[in-house]
């Protein structure tokens, strides 16, 4: 496996997140600081802007986008540094200390020390836990110049929502209560009940907020515009009140997107869009997607747009009139290499003694879920070079289903799919598969 190194030559973008901003849709990678802005009435991208000035994030950290739709902001991994993006790309850097960007509005980007509080741990057979003392928590209030404040909350902080009459912080007032699962006398195991509510706040903001001193109500919540996969398989359509509440508007009715519960096309769930009256939640429309899973969904320009698919993600914008759907490739052909993190140092003795843990790994994983010939090898070049998994299954008789795991993230760093082997047992388990049709020389890629 000596020599397995490359230069990046072409990396095409690959949507991961939808934000509408200003008028345009941005569809950010779902790893590499760049973004599209499309237009929604042509669905041709106008623009490609990148912030690489921030680092990028820890491996097996994820980037968190927050935005009120006129302002941006990004943060690169849990804690790391947080910068506003505009058309002309990253406009400013703050360092929220460690705390995680949570919020935009009101003429700020909020972030918070956002945890649990501690449960406790069971003194034995019947004994209950008792929490420790509730740690305090910080408040950090990024402006749009730069500058932050940190604010010491008396209480473990959730999240923060601005809204017109104020802001509202998400606080757990109450240690844990547990609760036993099982003879409250003998029981081991306990189950915890968390006691979150919202504090009302008004500017000016105080040095240090406490619990007892503040108005304790629920900030009165705007249907989302945009929704990082929440507006998935998480919003049942059947439910008139959840999809009144929660569905993404788009031409005068509030709609949910996820796959069907059952499974009429066989051993494949159907995805679906559905617009819904606005008052009863009642169906009104629905908009055959294919199959497979959403990740993000959002409202722009009158169209519901879409990121959904199996195996990779295809952009779909949904015309919520005629109950259309097309997919838009454009975005995916754009060239974004040019605008990468650039790679981390290659050492090959590290990257042959990584691999080859982790192609092991699976090969133990393919034994101990009883796969058929199964059969794992290491593939391509540093840093993408992958775990490759083949395998007999009755969905593909006589021919070979496969899957792929990366060894590197995109900068070169070691990484570890941790439930890649829950994840593949899941969807053996579901039949959330590609069909087999679409196998090539014998080989479906799933």
Not at 51 to 78: C, F, I, K, M, N
Not at 234 to 240: G, N
Request: proline content about 11%.
């Amino acid at each position: 496996m000596r020599g397995v190194f490359s230069l990046r030559n072409k990396r095409f973008l690959r949507p991961g997140h939808l934000v509408p901003l200003d008028g345009l849709l941005w569809v950010l990678d779902e790893f590499q600081p760049v973004a599209a802005l499309v237009d929604p009435d042509t669905a041709l991208p106008r623009a490609v802007v990148d912030w690489r000035e921030l680092p990028p994030p820890a491996p097996d950290s994820a980037t968190w986008v927050v935005t009120d739709h006129y302002r941006l902001w990004v943060q690169q991994g849990t804690g790391g540094p947080i910068g506003r993006v505009d058309e002309g790309g990253l406009r400013q850097v703050a360092d929220p200390g460690g705390a995680d960007l949570v919020a935009v509005g009101r003429g700020a980007a909020w972030c918070v020390d956002s945890r649990s509080p501690d449960p406790g741990t069971p003194g034995g057979p019947g004994v209950a836990p008792v929490p420790p003392p509730r740690p305090g928590s910080r408040l950090v209030v990024v402006a749009e110049d730069g500058g932050a404040r940190t604010i010491a909350v008396d209480r473990p902080t959730e999240s923060v929502t601005p809204r017109p009459d104020g802001i509202y912080l998400r606080v757990h007032g109450k240690p844990p209560t547990a609760v036993p699962m099982g003879d409250p006398r003998t029981v081991t195991g306990w189950g915890y009940a968390y006691h979150a509510e919202h504090l009302r706040l008004t500017e000016p903001l105080p040095d240090r907020i406490e619990y007892e001193q503040y108005e304790k109500r629920e900030p009165d919540m705007e249907p989302p515009l945009w929704n990082l996969g929440g507006a998935g398989p998480w919003t049942p359509w059947h439910d008139p009140e959840e999809v009144t509440r929660y569905g993404l508007r788009a031409g005068g009715l509030r709609w949910a997107l996820g796959a069907l519960a059952h499974q009429p096309l066989g051993d494949r769930y159907p995805l679906v869009a559905t617009g819904h009256d606005p008052e009863s939640g009642r169906e009104r429309v629905r908009v055959d997607l294919g199959t497979g899973w959403p990740r993000a969904a959002a409202e722009c320009g009158g169209f519901l747009w879409a990121l959904a698919g199996t195996r990779t993600r295809q952009l779909l914008r949904i015309d919520p009139l005629s109950a259309r759907a097309e997919a838009l490739p454009q975005v995916g052909s754009i060239d974004i290499a040019d605008r990468c993190w650039p790679l981390v140092g290659f050492d090959a003795d590290e990257v042959e003694e990584h691999a080859e843990r982790e192609r092991a790994r699976f090969e133990d994983a393919g034994r101990y879920l009883r796969l058929s010939d199964a059969r794992s090898e290491i593939e391509g070049e540093w840093p993408d070079l992958r775990v490759r998994l083949a395998f007999r299954h009755p969905h593909l008789p006589g021919g070979w289903l496969r899957r792929r795991w990366r060894v590197f993230d995109e900068v070169g760093r070691p990484t570890s799919e941790t439930h890649a082997d829950v994840h593949l047992m899941e969807d053996l388990e579901t039949g959330q598969l590609p069909p087999p049709e679409e196998a090539v020389d014998g080989v479906l890629d799933i």
